[in-house]
């Protein structure tokens, strides 16, 4: 099942309060996504996630193809039940990954030509197959195959690209046959606003149960990234949702959110607490930071997921310094809180009519990401 | 405080079913510590220790005093808080990794002068050190501070060493004044029976509220290191706790409940999880190996474990093989969970008087560990 309702449109932007319902249950939207690339949201068990009020997760279909497989996760009754993630989880379509991990993927009308990054094996990825991997792990809510047009494509060749990821947009709805399972589709059109208009066309025209923005994830230009997005948001319909694919920062959803997107992923939260930055209502902070040393505060005093609850930033600083797997889990578990947090917030400012026009905090500190 | 209560003895062997009272709680004996080097179980919270079992763990004084640090841990209330564990810890003196992380620690009358395995800095760990250290810490129970003889001293070096230990003992008991927090004293004399018998008499004769059997850990040749301590062991006060340190195997273990062993410590059961061996009733099992490739059971049938619960030997091989932090804490909470339910095993015989006849079945996998 899939089903979209807006309870309510903000006041002071175009901002939608929402609810997803799928046969694992309700999202609440806006929503952000934890990313769980291998089967696993990096170093955070689904209690865990379930405590930071994660409602969905996404995972990636050309690392789960590549590794451990998608038939011997559908074997094995799918990915819910592989990974034990009882809620909705989203697949991407392996598009992204094909070419951000290979230097030498090959497009031809047939799909993607690409050699493992595990094992240096060749690989066709086409529309049937990211539908057939998709299928086989059974996601809620699926993807469409596409290719992301490079950022430095001029306007002929994102035309042709665009065009290319529209038919094979349409394959991909030939091919996908799961009940249960709801397929999007990803409008494209590089950095030109006329050839998003005519993506989010070619796209709408196919007629989808939600639609994403594509080539706009954290990387790209930022000022750019959120003129194009604020010019695509309101290309899609209004009724079903839209997705923002690979974004973004604290600030970036407020931003996003307000041009009417309403789900985002990121790897953001969970990659940055492996790093050692974590994100507080103070602004972002370094647990390496030698003024954390001897400090009993938590990493955030308005926080109260598991790690401020029981931890020091000094203990966290000692267990990241000491090279402990245990500050992995308590990091991440924390920025996927701040995030989940975050987005509570955003909501709770879109029920109240409350303006969204809030910021995360300079920190002042040289946290390094 | 500090209670020991033997229960029950066992009609068929040596072994003793017990009980010791901390302030921070009960310990059941026969116990096996997990072993918390750097204020953490690797991997593990500590809500993962206490459903594995856990009454106590080890904390290791070698590693604490260079990073961060026992002051700094005491000036944020002490081990426990630090780490947010509330039951029972029991501090190693430092005596051990001093000689096997610092090849060129050099003996004096006055302690051990070494270079910090990770700065290089120059450090003299004393008696009255290591009992300052364990002060600071706070742990419901403290080791001295001793010599372990290398195995392949001879009998003149062996008492020297043993007399040093002896002395050291002495200097021990006279700087420990922490109230709540018990002090045992440890038996050396390398691979002479003769010797044992000598510390043993000298250490018996300081007095302490339990003792410890040391230089017999697991790394010694295995049928001389359970001779001498089937040796030592009926030589230690009936009425103290008896502590092998070091050890072991669950064979191991069972071999030295008979003898009347009551408390062990060792890293196997951490160590080989996250090197993907993992202890289950049917004996031992790589994860890596293929043959778990597309495997729907759990490591243990038998097992209740959160990871048996919830996870097959497919996810667990999958997120091994992709480096998953993940699979650290799984193999680790199996392992953990799965040597505290071997004690509660040994214990339940003790209580009914059924011989601890039982061994770890031969896997007949390849399995490295």
Redesign the interface.
């Known amino acids: 099942m899939f089903e979209f309702e807006i309870q309510k449109k903000h006041m002071h932007s175009g901002a939608r309060l929402g609810t997803i319902t799928t046969s694992h249950g309700r999202i609440q939207t806006p929503a952000f996504m934890p990313v769980g690339t ?3 949201v ?5 209690e865990d996630l379930k405590n930071c009020g994660a409602e969905i997760i996404l995972g990636n279909t050309y690392h789960l193809y590549l ?2 497989g998608h038939k ?1 996760i559908e ?3 799918g990915l819910h039940r ?3 993630w009882d809620r909705p989880i989203l697949t991407d379509s392996g598009g992204y990954q094909v070419f951000s991990l290979n230097d030498l993927a090959r497009v031809t009308e047939d799909g993607v030509t690409f050699r493992s990054h595990l094992d240096g094996s060749r690989h066709l990825l086409s529309p049937e197959l990211a539908i057939e991997i998709q299928q086989s792990l059974g996601a809620d809510i699926i993807m469409t195959f596409d290719e992301p047009t490079p950022p430095d494509a001029d306007e002929a060749q994102t035309l042709q690209s665009l065009e290319l990821s529209t038919r094979w947009a349409r394959r991909c709805q030939e091919a996908h046959t799961r009940k249960g399972q709801t397929l999007f589709g990803i409008v494209q059109g590089g950095m030109f606003k006329n050839l998003r208009n005519e993506s989010a066309r070619q796209i709408i025209d196919l007629g989808f149960k939600g639609y994403a923005i594509g080539g706009l994830s954290v990387g790209e230009e930022k000022a750019l990234m959120l003129e194009l997005a604020e010019h695509t948001a309101p290309l899609l319909p209004e009724n079903a949702p839209r997705y923002l694919m690979g974004v973004g920062t604290p600030d970036d959803l407020i931003d996003c959110v307000k041009m009417g997107i309403d789900m985002f992923d990121c790897v953001l939260p969970t990659r940055n607490a492996r790093n050692g930055t974590i994100y507080t209502s103070e602004g972002k902070l370094n647990i390496r930071n030698a003024r954390h ?2 400090s ?1 505060r938590p990493l955030d005093p308005e926080c109260t997921c598991y790690t401020c609850k ?3 930033r ?2 966290l ?3 990241y ?2 090279d ?3 500050a ?2 308590l990091n991440s578990l924390h920025n996927t809180a701040f995030f989940q947090k975050w987005m509570a917030d955003i909501r709770r400012a879109i029920a109240e009519d409350r303006p969204l026009d809030w910021r995360l905090p300079e920190s002042g500190e040289n946290n390094g990401g």
């Open positions: 291998q089967a696993t990096k170093a955070l068990s689904p590794r451990p011997l074997q094995l009754g592989f990974m034990n040393r001897d009993d029981h931890y020091s000094a203990y600083r000692h267990l310094m000491a402990e797997i245990f992995m889990r």
